[in-house]
């Protein structure tokens, strides 16, 4: 017995189940897991209007279903050296320094793969946006640094302006 324990209002475990939160309600003990036979039936019964809790989704889990519009098919080596075919949203392919991401079916979910592993890398890369021209040269690391920070804030400046003429596309 601690010193503080009434604070807890009778906290006790479960004798069925072993749930550690139960709590003494005379001789009976109520247990706060829904599925032992000690649960009160206040806790064991639904909201009305509320599904039952098992069936719901989180609202962010993709159903499966997902289909892409421009479908592009990828072909992967992974670490394993496992060979695999992924179908992908042409549209959402961006290079991201040494990889390439991509929003892939059933799921819909982007999923990011190292470019020196795909094996239609060409081909993949021609759906990719390009953020400069091919006989471009890239913008320095300080014009990076100006049209990431002004991107980001969405804010504009003369210096951004001049940049952003130089790079349509960043």
Not at 7 to 30: E, F, H
Not at 119 to 130: G, I, K, M, P
Not at 140 to 145: A, I, M, S, W, Y
Request: with cysteine; aromatic share 6%; glycine share 4%.
């Amino acid at each position: 017995m601690g010193l503080f324990d009434f604070l807890k209002g009778g906290a006790v475990q479960c004798p069925l189940c072993g749930a550690p939160n139960a709590r003494k309600a005379g001789d009976r003990v109520i247990c706060p897991n829904p599925l032992c036979r000690n649960a009160s039936e206040q806790q064991a019964t639904p909201r009305e209007g509320a599904p039952p809790a098992s069936t719901q989704k989180p609202a962010n889990v993709p159903q499966g279903r997902w289909r892409p519009e421009r479908p592009l098919t990828i072909r992967y080596r992974n670490f394993q050296n496992v060979d695999q075919t992924y179908t992908a949203e042409a549209d959402s392919c961006r290079r991201v320094k040494n990889h390439i991401s991509v929003e892939v079916a059933p799921t819909g979910r982007r999923i990011t793969l190292r470019r020196d592993r795909i094996a239609n890398l060409a081909e993949v890369e021609a759906h990719c946006a390009q953020r400069v021209a091919p006989d471009q040269a890239w913008p320095t690391p300080r014009e990076r640094q100006v049209l990431n920070y002004h991107k980001k804030h969405k804010t504009t400046s003369p210096l951004y302006e001049r940049i952003r003429a130089k790079y349509p596309n960043w």
